[in-house]
């Protein structure tokens, strides 16, 4: 029994990323900034790149899909539903890459790994520190995805490499 | 790692040219001529796809000014196949950017509420008079 739960634990740790932020702003400020799709396309995607789409409809099985574009002009949309919506503290959605349709697609459409989970959850808590905000984003794979399913390819390949260099 | 070197990898990646080229690396260093060899194109082409990859950090090239062979960098592309890893980078630089963006829209609020205290104050002053 014990044994069924660290080995089911050891997986999650593998398969989890928790990232905890603090803003200098109040929640409803940061809520806003991720649920009004005018301010998300400010800051969605890593450094120099933009935002060009982002449709929000917010509610308990509404969809959304962003698309962001890389300083080189390639374009990467991602979709997913929300799960749970509770302003200004708790936003939980899955989250997938897509086509420009809203299509789920695995992360190979996209030239990457074939290991990516086919769908992810995230959850997005906001609390409230003094007029601060704590942010925790906790983003875990889903199983029944892609990655128990094919494992191969890339790592494969990867693994080959390792060895030939050791 | 440079805080942009995850777009630089996006970029290397899209582009299915270059993906074949990394594929063929995997059996060993290989110099330009000889990964010419299986597309239809030239080599500056080729040459412009590996200067791509190198800033990536995908791949290393040799010094030797005759024939550069070029060879995987393993750990790079390790890192790009980790799902969460990739994530991190991800979620890491677009926090900084909603951190700046909420900075921004709070000196915004702050100097319009200034602004509309100052416009109250005048209208006041208005009266008085």
């Known amino acids: 029994m014990s044994e069924q739960r660290n080995t089911s634990e050891g997986q999650a740790a593998k398969r989890e990323l928790v990232i905890t932020r603090i803003f200098d702003a109040p929640r409803e400020l940061v809520w806003q900034a991720w649920t009004d799709p005018k301010q998300l396309v400010k800051w969605w995607g890593p450094k120099n790149f933009t935002a060009p789409v982002a449709k929000i409809d917010l509610r308990v099985g509404g969809k959304y899909l962003y698309c962001m574009r890389s300083p080189e002009g390639h374009d990467y949309w991602s979709t997913g539903i929300y799960r749970e919506v509770i302003p200004p503290e708790r936003l939980v959605c899955t989250d997938s890459f897509a086509d420009a349709d809203g299509n789920v697609v695995p992360a190979s459409h996209y030239g990457l790994g074939e290991d990516f989970p086919l769908e992810m959850q995230v959850t997005i808590t906001f609390e409230d520190v003094a007029g601060k905000t704590k942010m925790t984003l906790k983003h875990v794979g889903l199983p029944e995805s892609m990655s128990d399913m094919t494992n191969t390819g890339w790592n494969e390949s990867f693994d080959k490499l390792a060895e030939s260099l050791q | ?129």
């Open chain 2, 1 to 129: 790692m440079s805080s942009d070197s995850l777009s630089a990898t996006f970029a290397a990646l899209a582009d299915p040219t270059r993906r074949a080229i990394l594929a063929r690396l995997i059996s060993g260093e290989t110099s330009v001529t000889k990964l010419a060899e299986p597309f239809q194109m030239s080599l500056p082409a080729i040459s412009k796809h590996l200067k791509v990859l190198e800033r990536a950090g995908l791949i290393a090239r040799g010094r030797e000014a005759q024939w550069r062979p070029s060879r995987l960098e393993a750990g790079r592309l390790k890192e790009v196949a980790d799902w969460l890893e990739h994530y991190r980078r991800f979620w890491d630089e677009s926090f900084d950017r909603l951190d700046a963006h909420l900075r921004e829209l709070q000196a915004q609020q702050k100097q319009q509420h200034r602004k509309q205290t100052r416009e109250k104050k005048h209208v006041r002053t208005k009266k008085h008079l």
